[in-house]
């Protein structure tokens, strides 16, 4: 069996999968998201990434004699340190997350600021039985009708902590408990 050597279908490959990210990325970028561009974007990047390591195994010799001239160092250097930090918790925490607003983190917010009383409604149970929950976590509940925010400062928790631990999956026993507030 006769195969083609790697050469001749890594650069090719690395070719097309670079055009395809290249132009679904600019489209994306520019919010240009028709048909199924975003998808192509994140699935077919997976053939860039294999085409760039088979051309990189094909040219092995050339790689590393980028790795020995401080030119080579310096370019790879900066695009290792760019992606380090692009992973990094430095940004969003805005409201808008891509120039879109961050619905997750809207609606956890609305929730951190309603009452027990309303979050009750909302998850169908009991302000009774939230303060109960609260008060296995070791949280004093004096007043149903303060935010889960407010609750969570006077004890000394983070609000997100306590949201959490309401919104837990109610266990079937305790979803079959009715109070009658």
Same mark, same amino acid.
């Given at each position: 069996?006769?195969?083609?050597?790697? @050469?001749? *279908?890594?650069?090719?490959?690395?070719?097309?999968?670079? !055009?395809? &990210?290249?132009?679904?990325?600019?489209?994306?970028?520019f919010d240009l998201e028709i048909g199924i561009?975003?998808?192509?974007?994140? *699935?077919? &990047? *997976?053939?860039?990434?294999?085409?760039?390591?088979?051309?990189?195994?094909?040219?092995?010799?050339?790689?590393?004699?980028?790795? #020995?001239? @401080?030119?080579?160092?310096?370019?790879? #250097?900066?695009?290792?340190?760019?992606?380090?930090? &692009?992973? =990094?918790?430095?940004?969003?925490?805005?409201?808008?997350?891509?120039?879109?607003?961050?619905?997750?983190?809207?609606? =956890?917010?609305? =929730?951190?600021?309603? &009452?027990?009383?309303?979050?009750?409604?909302?998850? +169908? !149970?009991?302000?009774?039985?939230? /303060?109960?929950?609260?008060?296995?976590?070791?949280? $004093? $509940?004096?007043? !149903?009708?303060?935010?889960?925010?407010?609750?969570?400062? #006077?004890?000394? @928790?983070?609000? +997100?902590?306590?949201? #959490? /631990?309401?919104?837990?999956?109610?266990? !079937?026993?305790?979803?079959?408990?009715?109070?009658?507030?």
């Open positions: 069996m006769n195969m083609l050597p790697l @050469k001749s *279908w890594a650069t090719p490959l690395v070719i097309g999968a670079f !055009t395809i &990210s290249a132009v679904t990325g600019l489209l994306i970028f561009i975003e998808p192509v974007h994140k *699935w077919l &990047s *997976w053939l860039l990434f294999i085409g760039v390591l088979l051309h990189a195994l094909s040219n092995w010799k050339q790689v590393t004699g980028y790795l #020995s001239q @401080k030119t080579g160092i310096g370019v790879i #250097s900066a695009a290792l340190l760019l992606t380090i930090t &692009s992973l =990094l918790p430095i940004y969003g925490h805005e409201e808008k997350e891509h120039g879109k607003e961050n619905q997750g983190k809207i609606a =956890l917010q609305a =929730l951190e600021s309603t &009452s027990l009383e309303n979050l009750a409604l909302v998850i +169908k !149970t009991t302000p009774r039985h939230l /303060v109960r929950i609260l008060d296995k976590h070791g949280v $004093v $509940v004096n007043d !149903t009708s303060l935010s889960i925010r407010e609750i969570a400062k #006077s004890n000394g @928790k983070v609000d +997100k902590e306590l949201l #959490s /631990v309401l919104l837990r999956p109610l266990k !079937t026993t305790d979803a079959n408990t009715t109070d009658h507030d």
